[in-house]
């Protein structure tokens, strides 16, 4: 593990890139948002919603429901616009002296950061170590700590009592748990929990319930920090059919159906690894082991792969725009088992004409 300064990397680079324009005819392995979804319920809870856009948003009902999902007072939540406005909250809203992001991972809330002028410094986890997280290498005088679990694009999920060793008196340590609701069981989730001193929780909805349209995720933290950070929104920041996704999201059926979500991505991963081991005669490896609904590889010529892929009707990630990782590495969603097993075919196809 490793500390460098910002480099030329394309934080603004993200999976939708892929997919703008003439990729609506790919077939998607580059944005992590569950496939077939939002589902039908869903759609109508919020399509029901529409009939109150007259009036402006009252977000008392959502944000309660959080708080009860999560078993916190609702002066520990705060509603928002996708966990990414969280992210730009933060870096206006908190006073930072000494900002450190643990890379790789989701790399907007370092362009959040830099851009409301702080100074950002990056751990960089390796792969040598299985881009496990050693909180000793993060600087003792950080004030402010970042780190996604299960993070992306790595697909690691940390221990959450080494996450909790980052813990300061005075330091803010961010969880990004945007995909923790893809694990079964939500295994090493932080959310809840209010004995870590300065622990702020983002939550997304988008990931799992397809919604990355509409603009739903959540915070998780000490009141204090929640009202600064809610002093930063403007006004009705969340829009109606927004919320009424969140609280739909909470019910036990939603938690149920997402519970059962995520075993059936764990299978489906399972799936997918077990197809990408039989490329390791051509170089290719993949980060083990995955926990999120996507798996990051490495392989050789992984630039012209990708394009041939492409051409091949398949879009996938890039990886060389998260620090810490180079052209060689890519990003790939957890599809179904039918949908994996075609792409499968399609990269034995792109590995070799990559070779020649």
Same mark, same amino acid.
């Given at each position: 593990?490793?500390?460098?300064?910002?480099?030329?990397?394309?934080? =603004?680079?993200?999976?939708?890139?892929?997919?703008?324009? @003439? $990729?609506?005819? %790919?077939?998607?392995? /580059? &944005?992590?948002?569950? !496939?077939?979804?939002?589902?039908?319920?869903?759609?109508?809870?919020?399509?029901?919603?529409?009939?109150?856009?007259?009036?402006?948003?009252?977000?008392?009902?959502?944000?309660?429901?959080?708080?009860?999902?999560?078993?916190?007072?609702?002066?520990?939540?705060?509603?928002?616009?996708?966990?990414?406005?969280?992210?730009?909250?933060?870096?206006?809203?908190?006073?930072?002296?000494?900002?450190?992001?643990?890379?790789?991972?989701?790399?907007?809330?370092?362009?959040?950061?830099?851009?409301?002028?702080? =100074?950002?410094?990056?751990?960089?986890?390796?792969?040598? @170590? $299985?881009?496990? %997280?050693?909180?000793? /290498? &993060?600087?003792?005088? !950080?004030?402010?700590?970042?780190?996604?679990?299960?993070?992306?694009?790595?697909?690691?999920?940390?221990?959450?009592?080494t996450i909790a060793e980052l813990a300061r008196p005075g330091r803010t340590l961010v969880v990004d748990e945007a995909f923790l609701d893809a694990v079964p069981g939500e295994r090493e989730a932080l959310a809840g929990r209010t004995d870590v001193p300065g622990l702020v929780v983002l939550r997304s909805l988008t990931k799992t319930w397809g919604l990355a349209g509409l603009r739903i995720g959540y915070v998780l933290a000490d009141p204090e920090t929640v009202a600064a950070l809610e002093r930063a929104q403007p006004l009705w920041p969340v829009s109606t059919p927004a919320l009424a996704a969140a609280q739909a999201c909470m019910e036990p059926r939603a938690l149920a159906e997402a519970a059962h979500a995520a075993h059936r991505v764990a299978t489906d991963r399972a799936h997918l690894v077990a197809g990408l081991r039989e490329f390791a005669p051509d170089g290719l490896r993949v980060v083990e082991p995955a926990e999120g609904p996507f798996v990051l590889v490495r392989l050789p010529r992984a630039t012209a792969v990708r394009r041939h892929l492409r051409d091949l009707g398949w879009a996938v990630r890039r990886g060389d725009t998260f620090p810490g990782l180079d052209e060689e590495w890519l990003r790939l969603a957890v599809r179904d088992r039918p949908t994996v097993n075609r792409f499968l075919q399609a990269l034995d196809q792109a590995v070799t004409l990559a070779k020649g």
């Open positions: 593990m490793r500390t460098e300064p910002a480099g030329a990397h394309d934080l =603004r680079h993200h999976g939708d890139a892929e997919v703008r324009d @003439d $990729g609506a005819k %790919l077939t998607d392995l /580059a &944005v992590n948002v569950r !496939a077939d979804t939002p589902p039908a319920w869903l759609r109508e809870r919020i399509a029901g919603s529409l009939a109150g856009l007259a009036a402006y948003p009252d977000g008392r009902a959502a944000r309660a429901a959080v708080a009860a999902r999560h078993g916190v007072a609702v002066e520990r939540v705060l509603l928002t616009a996708g966990a990414a406005e969280a992210f730009v909250l933060l870096a206006r809203a908190l006073t930072v002296r000494h900002a450190v992001v643990v890379h790789p991972q989701f790399t907007e809330p370092e362009a959040a950061l830099r851009d409301a002028g702080h =100074r950002v410094e990056r751990v960089l986890l390796r792969e040598e @170590d $299985g881009f496990r %997280l050693d909180p000793a /290498a &993060v600087p003792e005088d !950080a004030d402010l700590v970042v780190v996604g679990n299960p993070t992306n694009p790595t697909s690691v999920l940390h221990p959450a009592a």
